[in-house]
């Protein structure tokens, strides 16, 4: 892909000339109908539509949290393990705080790591798969094997490691979940990289005198963005349980910290006698998880009928 | 096939070598100084600082990081991992006593995945778009968007406190056995079932399955022989991929049910800074995912002769 400074027959030039116009097209996103069509086929799923709804109903818990939850996460508002009633909607923990009310605040911390363990692994994840697949070579080569070397984890295990390094606590679990996702996005974006990296459209931008950054950036990312955005939407879900597994264990968020998986934790020890305590944030996290799956299913289905992610 | 078998096992040693770099830079980004750990753990109170100096160098923590690498490395490659802080003696012996039994909860798991999700994904395919296929991809959706520790809090309190079937905690025993397993299992099971549908679903148009019915054959035999044969290949990696997965799963499971396994020593040791024995138990399991994983590939090309002819 070297810059050719050859002089150019007036059909090969006309012809790359019209490629480049292509080139052109591609930076001002899929051509007119594309979004409406996909927009249509995603609405065609109710599974995607009921995950929509609650993808966005959860983030708006979260930001009116003070308004909507009837008490103080924090605040000792009554007699502790009280069972779920018209006071209490979902009972009271094991000191007497709202259950309602930290379930409640309990999205933000969620919703946050979320967003924040997909900023992580995603941007890193998507420039070294970007990096790998566009440059080939030797780049490729040391890229992939430490990907390799990655995906030889299992995710939790990566993200133990990460915690056992920088000690436990809400932020370290959030860079942990980040790192422990981040070989996927890598993976993937590498892939399909590979694949549009053969196109007519990338080699005649880098003719007509496009540098390397804007080749990638302008003509191969937005290219490959339609898998990216479908992996980000399912590793949310992924995030959030891993997340909510490593507070459980004690690895993540610290108390009194309203957080769904040291909420379950913090019930274990007396689920016999106040099941309500360690089933209600889990029931938040499964309805939070299912809707980003569901949403992630049906972008996948929406953007491209024949694309596939490995499972 | 001999050849095939000799070239992937050539490919895992630069794995395994990144992944025991991996491990280590981690785990010597640790803020805390292991003799310090290792002295207030033994002697208490104040620790007198000739002490300190005398132990770091026994322990070789002076010399630059490539060397202390170097020495982890040859000793790990001798099976030596060095000796845990906590408990005063090798790593080996605690992962050697300890791992059978996170073994038995994995495979355990992987046989309840299976009984479980390729039925249901069979009876999907089979039944495309009915309410059959509609009951199990819910079924699928919630069974792989719960979180592990949840989903044992739920069955404990159904199966051990309501119904008084199953013991809540322990090792040792079946009995003791079934609640993990299920638990473990179920979350497979969901994935597990998704899988064989589509791998189902594409078998299922292919012509040779049009050929089998048209001579004549029922239904039952096509679906079963010609079908789920054809199903399993793709099937049979996600089931190691998802032994990895139940491996890294017993970590929560674990400490969920208070067994005293391998997955709950690595968290204990994390929280009691215990970190050769995390370095050791983390590499370990790692080195465990990936044997695994060339040990599907080869069964892999051995169901597929396709595989083996291709490189």
Known sequence: MATKTVDLDPDVAAAIRQLAAEADAADTGPPKGTGREAFARFTHHPGAVIGAALLIAWPLIAIFAPIIAPYDPAELVSRARQAPSAEHWLGTDMLGRDMLSRVIYGARVSIMLGLISVAMGGIPGVLLGLLAGYFGGWVDTVISRLIDALLAFPSILLALVVIASLGPSIQNMMIAVGVATLPEYARLVRGCVLAVKEQAYVEAARLVGNSHMRTMFRHVLVNVNAPIVVLATLQVGNAILIGAGLSFLGLGAQPPTPEWGLMSAEGRVIIQRAWWISTFPGLAILSVVIAANLVGDGLRSALDPKMRLGA | ?311
């Not at chain 2, 100096?53 to 991992?81: C, I, K, S």
């Not at chain 2, 991929?241 to 067994?259: D, I, K, N, P």
């Not at chain 2, 080195?287 to 892999?300: A, F, G, K, S």
């Open chain 2, 1 to 311: 096939m001999g050849r095939y078998v000799i070239g992937r096992i050539l490919q895992l040693i630069p794995v395994l070598f990144l992944i025991s770099l991996i491990v280590f830079a981690v785990m010597h980004l640790l803020p805390g100084d292991p003799a310090l750990l290792m002295l207030m753990g033994a002697e208490g109170g104040a620790v007198p600082p000739e002490r300190l100096v005398e132990l770091r160098e026994q322990m070789g923590l002076n010399d630059p990081l490539w060397m202390q690498y170097f020495r982890f490395l040859t000793n790990a490659l001798q099976g030596d991992l060095g000796a845990s802080l906590r408990f005063r003696v090798p790593v080996t012996d605690l992962i050697a006593s300890r791992f059978p039994s996170t073994a038995t909860l994995a495979l355990a798991g992987l046989a309840v995945a299976v009984a479980i999700g390729m039925p249901l994904g069979m009876a999907a395919a089979a039944h495309k778009s009915g309410w059959v296929d509609t009951l199990c991809m819910t079924l699928s959706y919630i069974g792989s968007s719960m979180p592990v520790y949840w989903l044992g809090l739920l069955l404990i309190l159904l199966f051990s406190f309501n119904l008084r079937w199953f013991p809540s905690a322990g090792g040792g025993d079946f009995r003791a056995l079934v609640l993990p397993a299920i638990t473990l299992g179920l979350l497979s099971a969901g994935v597990l079932a998704r899988l064989i549908r589509s791998s189902m679903l594409e078998v299922l148009a292919e012509d040779y399955m049009r050929t089998a019915h048209a001579k004549g054959l029922s239904s039952r035999i096509v679906l079963w022989r010609h079908g789920l044969k054809n199903a399993m290949i793709p099937v049979v990696t996600m089931i190691g991929l998802q032994f990895g997965a139940l491996l890294a799963g017993t970590v929560v499971t674990e400490t969920v049910f208070s067994r005293p396994c391998l997955g709950r020593l690595i968290v204990t040791s994390i929280l009691a800074k215990d970190y050769p024995l995390v370095q050791g138990a983390v590499l370990f399991l790692a080195v465990v995912y990936v044997t695994v994983n060339l040990l599907i590939d080869i069964l892999y090309a051995w169901l597929d002769p396709r595989i083996r002819y291709g490189h």
